[in-house]
């Protein structure tokens, strides 16, 4: 495509915490004028400097990008932030805004990837074939410890029902759940399938299984804490796939121990940047409160792959270059983010 309107003929852009799947498929999507160069490190006050000679960086879900790394990353002559990411609560949006950052994320990649995951946690969690497998494996064919209940009938609440709440309801529904829901905004196709729309409180009560898939906001915030479990139908099934800081972990695992939450599944966790995405299997673990949630049977720990699938990253690849590809050529990246949406929905 000729295109002699763009602003800049080349940008180079850093692309922090990468791994080996995020340059496969960053590679693949890119376009001849956007170079691309690729560090290990976390972005941080740290490693900042490391963007030096990019206008652009692109980040991922546990990135700092909060007011000390944007100044750095503006002095340096960075003008846009691309997270290869839907969520943004990393990023401290005023801030970007008072230095002229554009900042743009990958809206959607593919709700299936992450309804999937989540769907995979209640299904693994309730019928134990994590347990089972190893068992097996061990000629244990016992089936004591094992038993799990009929998804079928059961009352399944979504918080956030949106584009992973929406096709998470499709799967729910063709187990037979009954279908709660709480939103700021209802989803005409939830309420379609049967949803019933109700207030925080009356998803608490009601739900035998309960999926956070809201964004972090400071209204989602420690969504469950203390002073919220008690709220919650005793012996729930509680799962986020959303963002850690969701669940005040410390409450969960106060509730794991009274039983009030009768099974906990997370794929992530509110401290997750000092132990996600790498391997520390050698490492001794100091996060104390991770390391108790280890400890009981009842909980399911991924560590952030609800998203991991080959479709995901493809999309996420187009979505990020088509973003740099755009502020190239007109300032403006496809899916900005800004600071008025934190305000409202994303
Ligand atoms: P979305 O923006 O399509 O949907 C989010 C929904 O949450 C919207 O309907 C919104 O109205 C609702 N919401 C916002 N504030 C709320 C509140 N206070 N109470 C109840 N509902 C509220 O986003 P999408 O794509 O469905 O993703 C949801 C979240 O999932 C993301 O923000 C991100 O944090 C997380 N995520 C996790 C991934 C993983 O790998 N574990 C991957 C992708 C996203």
Known sequence: MIQLWCLGSHMRTTIFSTKPYDRQFLETSRKDAIELHFVEAHLSPETARLAEGSEAVCAFVNDDLG?????QLANLGVRLVALRCAGFNNVDLVTAKSLG??????????????AEHTMAIVLTLNRKTHRAHNRVREGNFALDGLMGFDLNGKTFGIVGTGKIGEVLSKIVHGFGCELLGHDIAPSPSCEALGMAYVSREEIFARSDILSLNCPLTPETHHMIRKETLSLLKPGVMLINTGRGAVIDTRAAIRG????????????????????FFEDL?????????????LT??????????????????????????????????????????????LAGKP
Do not use: M, W
Not at 256 to 275: C, H, M, P, Q, T
Not at 281 to 293: E, P
């Open 67 to 71: 007011e000390s790394v944007l100044r």
């Open 281 to 293: 299997s050698g490492h001794v673990l100091r996060d104390d409160v991770f390391a108790r949630l």
């Open 101 to 114: 950052l554009s900042v743009a994320r990958v809206p959607a990649y593919s709700p299936h990837s992450v």
């Open 296 to 341: 009981f049977p009842n909980v399911l720990i991924t560590g952030h792959q609800a998203f991991f699938t080959e479709e995901a990253l493809g999309n996420i690849a187009d979505t990020t270059i088509a973003n740099i590809d755009a502020f190239r050529c007109t300032g403006v990246p496809v899916h900005a983010v800004s600071v008025e949406r």
């Open 256 to 275: 794991l121990k009274n039983g009030r939450i009768g099974s906990l599944g997370l794929d992530v966790y509110e401290e997750e940047a000092d132990l």
